[in-house]
């Protein structure tokens, strides 16, 4: 299954020859397809310590709101285990850094937190403003709270509880959401929750981030019916994430392009 939608994906994926709006043009050949368009030396001290976490032997109790896990039976997990099969890959939190670096959002809120990971390179992309990063898990967020503080991120609200609790309550605490990123329950339900929710502060120059949109059927529904949402002008399916912008004088367009 896995296999056949990426091939599809790959089959229909185009390139910047295909791409005839400016906005989306600087977007993919500055930020999304110039994965080296950063330096690599200002993501050493997060990649280092995630070898060094990867030999961690420790477990830890996980307390799952979400859709499960296709990998692990019981809550019980190793550190090691974590890194391997749940934490986003490097390739995508230097995503979200030149996202971030690029767009320049003021108020920018992750939905999974995990062990930190991608946080931290959303933290680091922040040159003023701040990061509201929930998490249901109180162990994994223990951990998360760690590895910031060994990486010196200090920018970074950390919120503990049910997201179905904890981001309505962040909303309407906000003036606006310049960034959002979701990454937690992977399931068609929760998916469209977070997304209506955040409507109410999502404006013209919002960017809005759904990570694994192929991870299930549900996944794929939801990404499906978003990116058709009448809010939307312009959706970017890159396989591993999809990409929202509210851009009112923006034709709506969809497209799918390799990454």
């Known amino acids: 299954m896995g296999a056949w939608l990426w091939w599809q994906y790959w089959l229909r994926a185009k ?6 709006s400016p906005f989306l043009y600087d977007l993919y050949t500055k930020v999304i397809k110039k994965s080296q368009s950063y330096s ?14 990867a030999k961690e032997r420790r477990f830890i109790t996980i307390q799952d709101y979400g859709a499960g896990s296709k990998i692990f039976k019981t809550p019980q997990r190793s550190i090691a285990q974590i890194i391997r099969y749940t934490v986003s890959p490097p390739a995508f939190g230097q995503l979200m850094y030149r996202l971030v670096a690029y767009f320049n959002p003021y108020y920018v809120v992750e939905l999974g937190t995990n062990l930190g990971f991608t946080t931290a390179y959303l933290a ?21 709270r760690k590895n910031l503080e060994h990486w010196q991120l200090d920018r970074v609200h950390l919120l503990l ?12 605490e906000l003036p606006q959401i310049d960034f959002l990123l979701i990454d937690a329950n992977h399931s068609y339900e929760a998916t469209w929750r ?15 981030v759904i990570a694994d949109i192929y991870w299930s059927e549900g996944m794929q529904r939801a ?20 990409i929202l912008f509210f851009r009112k004088k923006q034709a709506k367009q969809h497209f799918i392009l390799h990454w």
């Open 15 to 20: 390139n910047e020859y295909h791409i005839h």
């Open 40 to 53: 690599k030396e200002k993501h050493i001290e997060i990649e280092h310590y995630r070898k060094v976490l």
């Open 124 to 144: 680091k992309a922040l040159k003023e403003g701040e990061l509201f990063s929930l998490e249901g898990c109180a162990a994994t967020q223990a951990e998360a």
């Open 161 to 172: 509880g049910n997201i179905d609790d904890t981001f309505p309550k962040l909303i309407e």
């Open 194 to 208: 977070y997304f209506e929710w955040s409507l109410s502060k999502i404006h013209e120059n919002s960017v809005l």
């Open 223 to 242: 990404w499906a019916e978003i990116s058709k949402h009448v809010e939307v002008s312009l959706s970017v399916d890159l396989y591993e994430v999809g």
